[in-house]
Nanobody, 118 residues
Framework: QVQVVESGGGLVQPGGSLRLSCAASGSTGTITFMGWYRQAPGKQRELVASITSGGSTNYEDSVKGRFIISRDNAKNTVYLQMNSLKPEDTAVYYC????????????WGQGTQVTVSS
């Protein structure tokens, strides 16, 4: 059974940094895409950053230049380095993994809270 587990959230002051980690396990397939989404209270879930198996990255405009997504394919793990954090980055951050075996399926982690506040 595939599991996607996030870690690394917490409380940080504005201007601070956090690093989120997400590990996918239990699959024999190929992870073609891993991404970080976030959902703030009263708002829709949005894609923050993503990375493909080939290393192509994509970022939501508000985080460009501040967040960096990276991936360790050998460990099936993706990281999100978040710098210069702002109060508006406060949200629950979810990891998403898309895995191909016979078909493409996507899996979600349970979410990790990031709070940016003084």
């Amino acid at each position: 059974q595939v599991q996607v587990v996030e870690s690394g959230g917490g409380l940080v002051q504005p201007g601070g940094s956090l690093r989120l980690s997400c590990a996918a396990s239990g699959s024999t397939g190929t992870i073609t895409f891993m991404g970080w989404y976030r959902q703030a209270p009263g708002k829709q879930r949005e894609l923050v950053a993503s990375i493909t198996s080939g290393g192509s990255t994509n970022y939501e405009d508000s985080v460009k230049g501040r967040f960096i997504i990276s991936r360790d394919n050998a460990k099936n793990t993706v990281y999100l380095q978040m710098n210069s954090l702002k109060p508006e980055d406060t949200a629950v951050y979810y990891c998403n993994a898309r895995i191909v075996t016979m078909v493409l399926r996507e899996y979600w982690g349970q979410g990790t809270q990031v709070t940016v506040s003084s």
